[in-house]
């Protein structure tokens, strides 16, 4: 079992930056690939980062890449989403997620395990 709790999320200007973290429990957060997703208003979860067990492989989705990172630190047992050059599109909830396969899982059955998720909000 994993809870993972999401936190970083806000108001933020276009072009701004945040970061969003998401501290798991468990002993074994280090086998799970973690992703991370967002709802829009009005708008289905969709994929927007993940990263593998060791950390060593990454995706990103087509609307973020460039301007995003995901990361891990295992030992902290916490993974991070570094957003930079925001949008007001950006905005949405976001959630991280565990899964208990390998690579860089992006569809929302591929994951077992989510967050509650945190606001986003990008707007001047």
């Known amino acids: 079992q994993v809870q993972l709790v999401e936190s970083g999320g806000g108001l933020v200007l276009p072009g701004g930056s945040l970061r969003l973290s998401c501290a798991a429990s468990g002993r074994t957060f280090s086998t799970y690939a973690m992703g991370w997703f967002r709802r829009g208003s009005g708008k289905e979860r969709m994929f927007v980062a993940a990263?593998?067990?060791?950390?060593?492989?990454?995706y990103y989705a087509d609307s973020v890449e460039g301007r995003f990172t995901i990361s891990r630190d295992n030992a902290k047992n916490t993974i991070y989403l570094q957003m930079n050059s925001l949008k007001p599109e950006d905005t949405a909830v976001y959630y991280c997620a565990a899964a208990t396969v390998d690579g860089t899982p992006q569809y929302i059955y591929e994951y077992d395990y989510w967050g509650q998720g945190t606001q986003v909000t990008v707007s001047s």
């Open positions: 990263i593998s067990w060791s950390g060593g492989s990454t």
